[in-house]
């Protein structure tokens, strides 16, 4: 399990993606725990570099208030030195069920969940986070970015299935509230209703439909090589939304660990796992950062701009 430092390529002046030198490599290490040496149970603020299967069952039962699970969609692809093979969906639903029920029991009665997924693997994440959750909603987020298809509609958009443990969860309405531009504006006795004039905006109550998020891309900040690599800001809304100051989040699948970072700038704790070393380098070289700089694009002043929006 414990490889080489990678080696950093050559990138362009302006190219801001993230890489782990291998001068970096050995501190980053001792920050990371590793699953196999045990001693899970109690864990606050770390990354685990492990198999979620056999790390999941030594976490402390009922003490997450939120999962968020970014699990391999149901598509033949390489991550890092680890690969997931698509399947036929009965199989998939079951692999989804073979972990899912590993982390049930970590949840609190009061906890969330949030499953990421794509249109191929939408009715298998349904059937399988039904059997051990309440289904709440579909968010649907529009993915920008990627290359057209020839032959067949551009896949620009991914979704994330919203469930509860139980009827009685957190949902923080008036922390992610979206602030759009006003294009056609009402008044009512000459004064506006429910816009900003000077500004010429809303906040707008947030829908199960995102428009507002941008996928990272080699000028941002927070871009990473992760090929799946979610927005900072879609995490932002989710732990803002279904978890409170101090709260514990969990990520069994955290890819360059963005939850973890996230949860970080946000005041959150949590625990991430990743079984591959080279990913869970880069995720604690991201924490290291988040100390410095807790800004998330898009996310100021406790209000989500729209994509592209000028903030004044």
């Known amino acids: 399990m414990r490889s080489k430092p990678p080696l950093q390529k050559s990138r362009a002046p302006r190219n801001r993606t993230l890489e782990v030198a291998p001068s970096e490599a050995a501190s980053l290490r001792d920050s990371i725990v590793f699953g196999e040496d045990g001693g899970l149970a109690h864990l606050k603020d770390r990354i685990i570099c492990g198999n979620a299967f056999e790390v999941l069952p030594q976490l402390s039962s009922a003490s997450f208030d939120l999962l968020f699970a970014d699990p391999p969609y149901n598509l033949s692809k390489k991550f890092g ?55 709440r909603n579909r968010i649907t987020w529009e993915r920008e970015k990627g290359r057209g298809a020839k032959a067949n509609w551009k896949n620009a958009a991914e979704d994330i299935w919203f469930l509860t443990v139980s009827d009685e969860f957190t949902f923080n309405l008036d922390a992610v509230k979206e602030r759009r531009r006003v294009v056609a504006p009402y008044r009512k006795d000459g004064e506006p209703k429910d816009w900003n004039e000077g500004g010429g905006y809303r906040d707008t109550h947030p829908s199960n439909i995102w428009t507002d998020i ?98 004044r």
């Open 214 to 311: 941008t996928v990272p891309f080699w000028s941002m900040p927070e871009n990473t090589d992760h090929p799946t690599q979610k927005p900072e800001k879609l995490v932002a809304k989710i732990i803002l939304t279904s978890t409170n100051e101090n709260d514990r989040v969990l990520d069994p699948f955290a890819g360059s660990g963005t939850t973890g970072v996230v949860a970080k700038k946000l005041g959150r704790s949590f625990v991430t796992i990743e079984s591959d070393v080279d990913h869970c380098l880069m995720a604690a070289k991201r924490l290291e950062i988040a100390d410095q700089n807790p800004e998330i694009q898009g996310f100021s002043g406790g209000v989500f701009f729209e994509r592209n929006f000028k903030q």
């Open 81 to 135: 030195k680890e690969s997931f093979s698509r399947t036929a969906s009965d199989e998939y639903e079951g692999w989804l069920d073979s972990w899912l029920r590993l982390c049930a029991p970590l949840l609190k009665n009061t906890g969330s969940v949030y499953i990421c997924g794509d249109w191929r693997s939408g009715a298998a994440i349904e059937r399988a986070g039904s059997r051990h959750f309440k289904l």
